[in-house]
């Protein structure tokens, strides 16, 4: 019997195991890879279809994310008006996402309208005929919300910290303008449909409680249609990095924040350094307990918050401190940074503020993994980047385990302001 007396024992997040289920793969007829994890409470289904079309493959500027917003905004046979209330109907959520490497149009919903709302997903992937009127209000929309966006600083220095770092042509560093918006067509929009989508490569990800026929429900509805049924030619993209190093942008003259930015190059997940610069980029930027936080916003009071993090694209990577500050204090921000990075490589860490860092990740992991939907998420990230579970079970000894003395030598490589790049928006 529970002694209520006897206070439980408090144990380190970093002394528990932490493991990652496998999902079910099969493949439908036409070859497109199905990957499924049954699991959860509650009777609820997530699927993703993933195609690779994004603005890597653009063909002209925004064709992509056009082509991807407006995928379930009219087919041959229904309106905008009449998809959305059918799915209204069943209480489900149709969503689509545009990224840079892929696109996704994900559908939640509950298990037993499945059957019900497949259809009509079938149909966005057969017969969308992305109707002129739809075109123009898109137009409109995306041409408003950009310049309300180009008003603030944060956005202004998010996307030219991009352009800085990759190039203005580039995928990762374009960035879009109003005469964009603009130059896009019925046509254009239609042709990258039809290659990246109807006849696109696709991979299905799905999680949830997941309906006994659910193989056979995919095999009706899409197996028969012409995903993967075409090569895809793979792209390569030159990166052109800005010589200059150091920017400061007035965007408002009168105004009294500024975005700062402050990034470097660095590798993608397949680089042997990158599990241990994790544990680094926590220790220095990576949560509320981190160096920068503790000395920029507890200390100094410069910010309400300031964040290191690693950026991975499939591509290419880079290492990015962000944060706002006010206009008389954004350059002593920037020199508390290179400050705190000095600390790293000159000073010491000791084993208490290494072990908080490690039971954070180990405690986010644990979080990331509560539910069907999240371990979905995390093997979609793993596939995506041509990995399985053998890199995620590196990655947790690597948190476990790495010393101080490890850490010293990356930030020793890593953290050197010379090989960033600056950027002040006010």
């Known amino acids: ?46 699927i993703e279809w993933l195609f ?25 046979k229904r309106s905008a008006y009449e998809i959305n209330e059918f799915v209204d109907f069943y209480g489900a959520y149709l969503n689509r996402s545009c990224y840079n490497e892929t696109a996704v149009v994900t559908l939640h919903c509950l298990t037993r309208q499945l059957e019900h709302i497949l259809p009509i997903v079938q149909e966005i992937f057969r017969e969308a005929n992305f109707p002129e009127d739809e075109l123009n209000i898109y137009r409109q929309n995306m041409k408003q919300r950009l310049a309300v966006n180009l008003r603030k600083c944060d956005f202004v220095a998010g996307r030219k910290i991009d352009e800085l770092m990759f190039g203005s042509k580039h995928p990762y560093g374009v960035y879009s303008e109003m005469e964009h918006y603009d130059a896009i067509t019925s046509e254009d929009i239609k042709a990258y449909y039809d290659s990246f989508y109807k006849n696109g490569n696709c ?32 792209q390569t993209h ?26 470097r190059p660095f590798p993608t997940r397949h680089h042997p350094d990158f599990p241990k610069t994790q544990v680094l980029n926590a220790l220095f930027g990576g949560f509320f307990g981190s160096r920068l936080m503790t000395n920029i916003r507890e200390d100094k009071g410069y910010t309400y918050g300031i964040y290191s993090y690693l950026v991975n694209h499939i ?67 793993l596939i995506l980047n041509g990995m399985d579970e053998s890199y995620f079970n590196h990655s947790v000894e690597v948190i476990k385990n790495i010393t101080a003395d490890e850490l010293k030598e990356l930030a020793i490589k890593y953290l050197n302001p010379d090989e960033f790049y600056e950027l002040i928006v006010i």
């Open 315 to 381: 591509h290419e990577g880079m290492w990015m401190i962000s944060t706002e500050a006010g206009r008389d204090v954004c350059h002593a921000t920037v020199q508390e940074v290179y400050h705190e990075m000095q600390q790293l490589r000159d000073g010491d860490i000791d084993q208490e503020e290494l072990l908080q860092v490690k039971n954070y990740l180990i405690g986010t992991l644990l979080g990331d993994l509560d539910g069907p939907f999240q371990i979905m998420s995390r093997w979609k990230n």
């Open 203 to 234: 991979t299905i990800f799905s999680a949830g409680i997941l309906p006994a026929n659910y193989a056979e429900l995919l095999e009706k509805y899409f197996g028969t249609l012409p995903f993967n049924s075409k090569t895809i030619v793979e």
């Open 238 to 263: 030159e990166v052109q990095p800005f010589a200059e190093k150091k920017w400061e942008i007035i965007n408002d003259k009168d105004g009294v924040q500024a975005a700062i930015r402050i990034a």
């Open 52 to 76: 690779k079309a994004g603005n890597w493959y653009d063909t002209k500027n925004n064709v992509s994310a056009a082509t991807n917003f407006l995928i379930k905004n009219g087919t041959i």
């Open 1 to 46: 019997m529970l002694d209520r007396k006897i206070a439980p024992q408090i144990k380190d997040a970093v002394e528990y195991g932490i493991s990652l289920k496998k999902p079910d793969v099969f493949k439908l007829s036409n070859s497109v890879p199905v990957y499924t994890n049954h699991a959860g409470t509650e009777e609820v289904i997530q």
